[in-house]
């Protein structure tokens, strides 16, 4: 019995791991028509342990027919054997615990643990495996939020920041992406700063606000800001207002006819570089409409580097939401790392 079900269970998730794999290496390839590195490791992953299931259902089929063939005097002999081994005293060897392992340089040098009390801050939860604080940090005013990952208390070097307005329900897809992107190795582990969607936000006092709070970069080129839903055209607005406060920025599933006509340039007068995502998922029609008319009214601006992706599909929409929130983040390491290379 147990070597049919081997075999059932071998061929399933044999088709299942496939048609993942086939579905992966789709998805890396349409990034391509957006200037972005594929990466085939999941697809190669994926492909592998699909050969691994059906070896194992190979096994349990050869395992099931050879058994059935089996006497069944052998089989009742086997069985007795079996039990009389279960009753022999079994001695097992007792084995010393080593020693724990002595600290490294870089975890002697690590920040302060992730819970440690910090004045104005509490934790209100511990959403996709980090932990969410809030309250408010001396020298910006009103109420934050910023999201710690697992990662944060064992880096010795301060972290990259990623400004996101998104409403309270679509936070955990937001997350959701951010840790799929990092496992794949395109996204950094980044800490999360929640101002809201009430608009636009001031990038020199918040940098300042959590650098001085939290182990993060404060300069410009490693933060990025990101909106979704609702918050995209904030995120959007943003970056044009203020493009010389973050490295780039990222809207998903937005609205952008309020910030039409589009006026940029940032405060301080001079002409910095506007760069900027704009992800739709590939039904929605609407989404990209207004995507293109936002599109099509940058192209007047002297410097400017707006891409629209609109390929990623999936079965509902929060898939597609995960999916796009892990595109954005793609691209703002992307653009992070470009910045800080050019400085």
Aim: hydrophobic share 45%; glycine share 10%; net charge positive.
């Amino acid at each position: 019995m147990i070597f049919a079900v081997l075999l059932v269970a071998g061929v399933s998730t044999a088709m299942w791991l496939g048609c993942a794999a086939q579905r992966c290496w789709r998805e890396q390839r349409s990034v391509l028509a957006y200037e972005l590195t594929p990466r085939y490791v999941g697809a190669a992953v994926r492909g592998a342990a699909a050969l691994v299931a059906l070896v194992c259902a190979t096994v349990g089929g050869v395992q099931f027919v050879a058994a059935r063939s089996v006497p069944a005097s052998l089989a009742v002999a086997a069985d007795r054997a079996v039990a009389s081994d279960a009753r022999a005293p079994v001695r097992t060897a007792v084995r010393t615990p080593p020693p724990p392992p002595a600290p490294t340089p870089a975890a002697a040098q690590a920040p302060a643990s992730a819970t440690a009390p910090l004045a104005g801050m509490v934790t209100v939860g511990h959403p996709a495996g980090g932990e969410l604080r809030q309250g408010v940090l001396p020298g910006y005013p009103g109420q934050l939020r910023v999201w710690l990952p697992q990662q944060y208390p064992h880096h010795s070097h301060p972290l990259q920041a990623l400004v996101v307005q998104v409403d309270d329900g679509q936070l955990p897809d937001v997350l959701a992406g951010l840790i799929a992107g990092v496992a794949e190795g395109r996204a950094n582990p980044f800490v999360v700063v929640l101002p809201g969607c009430a608009g636009p936000v001031d990038g020199d006092r918040l940098r300042a606000a959590v650098a001085r709070s939290f182990h993060v970069e404060a300069g410009a080129r490693s933060w990025g800001v990101l909106g979704v839903g609702p918050g995209a055209a904030c995120a959007v607005g943003t970056e044009l207002a203020q493009p010389e406060s973050y490295a780039a920025g990222a809207g998903v599933s937005g609205a952008y006819d309020p910030l039409l006509p589009v006026r940029s340039g940032g405060r301080s007068g001079a002409q910095s570089t506007v760069r900027l995502l704009l992800a739709v998922a590939q039904r929605d029609s609407a989404g990209q409409a207004t995507a293109a008319r936002l599109r099509r009214a940058l192209a007047g601006l002297p410097q400017k580097q707006v891409r629209l992706s609109n390929s990623v599909r999936d079965v509902d929409d929060q898939q597609e939401r995960v999916r796009l929130c892990r595109l954005a983040v793609d691209y703002l390491t992307e653009q992070m790392a470009l910045s800080s290379r050019s400085a």
